[in-house]
């Protein structure tokens, strides 16, 4: 629905939404590394 409002027509286009907690939220170095451990391959 959020997709819809905001205007894309996309077919199957996605979506991710994110909320970080404790040291991922604080520390932006661990942040990065977690994300960049677990990014999804295209």
Known sequence: MCMV???V???NAT???S???G???DDAKTR???L???KRQK
Do not use: A, H, P, S
Request: include cysteine; charged fraction near 25%; proline fraction near 0%.
């Open 36 to 38: 960049n451990l677990t």
């Open 19 to 21: 909320c970080m907690l």
């Open 23 to 25: 040291v991922l939220r």
């Open 5 to 7: 409002m905001r205007g």
């Open 9 to 11: 027509q996309k077919i």
């Open 15 to 17: 979506t991710m939404t």
């Open 32 to 34: 990065d590394e977690f």
